[in-house]
């Protein structure tokens, strides 16, 4: 669905498990999703604003600033491909 990130797609920008992914939208924690039917979708300006929203000393993974960058930088790279 073009604007749209899937789980999947979402998971391995950041370098996580769709679980992990699924976990953070029952959590509150993930960027804003859309469900589809059965599937969770992200609007690309909603992964942007959770991207701008994370502190640079946290990461999704590890807590490691250099991780958020990294996928940042991956995220907007993979953007218009998707």
Sequence with gaps: MPGYLTVRQLA???GLTEESIRNYIH??????????????????D???AWFDSLPVTESPQTGRPA????????????????
């Design 12 to 14: 391995q920008i950041l």
């Design 67 to 82: 991780e958020v960058l990294k996928a940042r930088k991956e995220y907007h790279t993979l953007m218009p491909q998707i």
């Design 27 to 44: 959590a509150g924690v993930a960027p804003k999703a859309v469900k589809f039917g059965k599937r969770w979708m992200f609007r690309y």
């Design 46 to 48: 909603d992964v942007d």
